[in-house]
T-cell receptor, first 112, second 113 residues
Framework: QKEVEQDPGPLSVPEGAIVSLNCTYS??????FMWYRQYSRKGPELLMY????GNKEDGRFTAQVDKSSKYISLFIRDSQPSDSATYLC????????????FGEGTQLTVNP | GAGVSQSPSNKVTEKGKDVELRCDPI?????LYWYRQSLGQGLEFLIY????????KSGLPSDRFSAERTGGSVSTLTIQRTQQEDSAVYLC???????????FGPGTRLTVL
């Protein structure tokens, strides 16, 4: 069983929709949680970074962490065609330095 | 400024050949990471360098894989006697220090025939 589970999709939504992306994890040692966005043939780029349970908002993006349920989410409001990409959740343990454990990634298409 | 660069962008090789993949991190970044991205697998950690400390090699899948970082800057990932299952995108990332944001390069797409 993978340490981090993420539905690979693909997910297709109309422009303006609210998108919900999710990951579950099994190891309670994970303390830091990130969302990366990866365009085709490009490297991942960091979107959101959270440490504690709760919500963090940045523009149209909201990251949510529920450590009790081992569940993290990324919400995208007013989605745009430019949001079409693969979204990867990532996390790491306090004791493992900086090595990140990633989910498989969810492929999102926003249709104009 | 310049981001993380990787070369070559694409590499096609025959089974059994050795390959070298190069990573140039962001100037001044002390930490450097290699990950592998395979279809259906997501990104898997391979190896991590931090300053002059011994690298964390715990993610290397076999002894055919090795990496070095010269002068605390450029890194080379070497795969010996390549196998078809080594086909993947190899991504390099660097960060200013441990636990800082990791910035990724565009990756090297390796195809082993």
């Amino acid at each position: 069983q993978k340490e981090v589970e993420q539905d690979p999709g693909p997910l297709s939504v109309p422009e303006g929709a609210i998108v919900s992306l999710n990951c579950t994890y099994s190891n309670s040692a994970f303390q830091y949680f990130m969302w990366y966005r990866q365009y085709s043939r490009k490297g991942p780029e960091l979107l959101m970074y959270t440490y504690s349970s709760g919500n963090k908002e940045d523009g149209r993006f909201t990251a949510q962490v529920d450590k009790s349920s081992k569940y993290i989410s990324l919400f995208i409001r007013d989605s745009q065609p430019s949001d079409s990409a693969t979204y990867l959740c990532a996390m790491n343990r306090e004791t493992s330095g900086s090595r990140l454990t990633f989910g498989e990634g969810t492929q999102l298409t926003v249709n104009p | 400024g310049a981001g993380v660069s990787q070369s070559p962008s694409n590499k096609v090789t025959e089974k059994g050949k050795d390959v070298e993949l190069r990573c140039d991190p962001i100037s001044g970044h002390t930490a450097l990471y290699w990950y592998r991205q395979s279809l259906g697998q997501g990104l898997e950690f391979l190896i991590y360098f931090q300053g002059n400390s011994a690298p964390d090699k715990s993610g290397l899948p076999s002894d055919r894989f090795s990496a070095e970082r010269t002068g605390g800057s450029v890194s080379t990932l070497t795969i010996q006697r390549t196998q078809q299952e080594d086909s993947a995108v190899y991504l390099c990332a660097s960060s200013l220090a441990t636990k800082d944001t990791q910035y990724f390069g565009p990756g090297t797409r390796l195809t082993v025939l």
